[in-house]
DNA sequence: GTTTCGTACCTAACAGAATTAGGCAAGTCC
DNA sequence: GGACTTGCCTAATTCTGTTAGGTACGAAAC
């Protein structure tokens, strides 16, 4: 064995946390397909096949990302709506997506990893529910319509923030900021002027 | 060389059109993400390199899956709105959209595949701006209200969609069937009740 | 009918990624 | 100081993506 290098062979101090947490950033340089063990071995200053005692595989680490983001997102999405209601409620929470993706595309791609059934609903994607129902309270919606309105507004954020962080919009004017707000502003509308036919 | 089996040995006779479209079928069945030119040489009943000579590489081979998968959508979205007007064209677009997706998974997310920003105004990806530009027209949008409408719509199905297939509304209650015609009227009420404040 | 030619397909080889097995040694608990 | 745990290593295996170069099928040219 080669011990010519003790001095700088120090351990590196791994754990499954910093591991994953290694990978969420990874993800966002180089993107969430790119993470892979041997390139986050690299990064770690480690060895490949020692990533292995951290995590069982490659697909349990991108599983771990996709619920560290999700667990992350859910806590922004907790303060930045905290005290606010309404119109005011709807725009922070509807930012805070927005931004998040921005700032941490490759995260945000993980937090549309598929889960299997059992760790979607360990994972924080139960409290995105809940918190995205909490600011419908300003809108006095009953149910059933509560929740048609859940996942409406689950389906504008997700699907507009992909598809602006796809490029979807980057070719075409008005900028999609401008898009953005006046969307807002339109569901804000529509929440308050929900049809309740039924 | 062996021709013991010149019977059987009979050729394929690919093309990079048919490689495509089986790659499409294979993404339908195992999931777009597991396509790989390994096992599409297989279905194929070819050796993996003889693969190369019609497609360049993996990833072109995804893209074009993914194109075949925007212009196929793009066609069905013709057809379905053709004659239409209001809130039955919206209906029918969006229909296309969902039921697309349910039949064919593999092809849908294909279409949501990253691509160049020269392939994407080559690719039919304009035709359904172009689309959904054509139903509004009912609604008397001007601009720019109309392309941030145009936005709002391709957010909410590429959206719901994408959640409905990742099974994000599986396990809950009431159906996404529900919720996507509700969600469809509460549209439609939006559309005509547009908020152009500035 | 033979020659010519393009090309669909093959074999062979290699690089790189994921994964497993087994071993050393660094820190910890008595 | 000895024993135990575990973080990290080396080594080997397998599988996928990819390239290079060759062979034969099918059709068109002569």
Redesign the pocket.
Known sequence: ???GN?AI???????TERVIRAGAEMADEIGFEQ???????KR???????????V??????KTGIALLALAELADLAATAVAGLAGKDALVALANVHRDYALDHPGRFTAARFRLTPEQAVTSAGVRHAEMTRAILRGYELAEPHQTHAVRLLGSVFSGFVGLESAGGFSHSTPGSQESWTEILDALDVLLRAWPRTK
């Open positions: 064995m080669d011990y003790l062979m120090a351990r590196a101090g791994l754990t993470v892979t063990p041997t390139e986050l071995a770690c200053g480690v060895k490949t096949a020692s990533l292995y005692s951290h069982k595989n490659a697909h349990e680490l």
